[in-house]
């Protein structure tokens, strides 16, 4: 099993500037052999350690995220296999929308947060798709319930007198274009076991 660690947030690709963010690449309980990369507007294809990031043992710390740590992360082997890429945005603004960081199963329930920086994150908010509106809630909070292809799309968030969050792009899949994503990175035959996993700490 592959997965890619984040910490000190929920479920989340958005970030506020200033979080702080923990990295990990482990494969079966294990990060030997594995290096965290990222490509930015900046620069492409460094790793953990080379102008961003402290390694600290089997992790990457960023102590504060910055605008300009936008982009795409994963872990590389050696041998050359990759993880999932993960976009990872990060805004000056205060307002985010926590959602899932990888493809949702089709059928399963989604729960999407408009959270602001320095307030509760219990405030009413808008949510929309696709650039149209799709629903007021009272809390902040909005659940998707058995989700179908028909929800895929870019999701935002505004809460009045905050402002409006960033886009994020959510993925409906199934279980057989998850497996073969899998299979073509690692060489070997599908099996329900061999899943590709995203956790958050």
């Known amino acids: 099993?592959?997965?890619v660690m984040i910490g000190s947030i929920t479920s989340s690709s958005?970030?506020?500037?200033?979080d702080f963010v923990s990295l990990s690449c482990e494969e079966d309980d294990s990060s030997a052999g594995?290096?965290?990369?990222?490509?930015?507007?900046?620069r492409q294809r460094t790793q953990c350690g080379d102008g961003w990031g402290k390694p600290a043992g089997s992790f990457c710390k960023i102590r504060y995220m910055y605008p300009w740590d936008d982009g795409v992360y994963w872990c590389e082997s050696r041998e050359g296999p990759i993880s999932n890429m993960v976009n990872l945005t990060v805004t000056g603004g205060s307002v985010i929308l926590q959602s899932p960081v990888?493809?949702?199963?089709?059928g399963d329930d989604v729960t999407?947060?408009?959270k602001t920086k320095t307030?509760?994150?219990n405030l009413p908010a808008a949510f929309y798709k696709d650039g149209s509106l799709i629903r007021k809630q009272p809390t902040g909070h909005m659940t998707i319930q058995h989700v179908s292809r028909s929800?895929?799309?870019?999701?935002?968030?505004?809460?009045?007198?905050?402002?409006?969050?960033?886009?994020?792009?959510?993925t409906v899949t199934g279980d057989t274009l998850t497996c073969l994503c899998f299979c073509r990175f690692q060489h070997s035959q599908?099996?329900?076991?061999?899943?590709?996993?995203?956790a958050l700490f």
């Open 151 to 170: 929800d895929e799309g870019l999701y935002k968030c505004d809460i009045s007198g905050h402002g409006e969050s960033p886009s994020s792009w959510i």
């Open 190 to 198: 599908c099996d329900d076991n061999l899943m590709t996993v995203f």
């Open 34 to 42: 594995w290096t965290l990369r990222r490509n930015t507007s900046k």
């Open 102 to 106: 990888l493809p949702v199963m089709e």
């Open 112 to 114: 999407l947060l408009c």
């Open 14 to 18: 958005q970030f506020f500037e200033g």
């Open 1 to 3: 099993m592959f997965s």
């Open 119 to 121: 307030t509760p994150s």
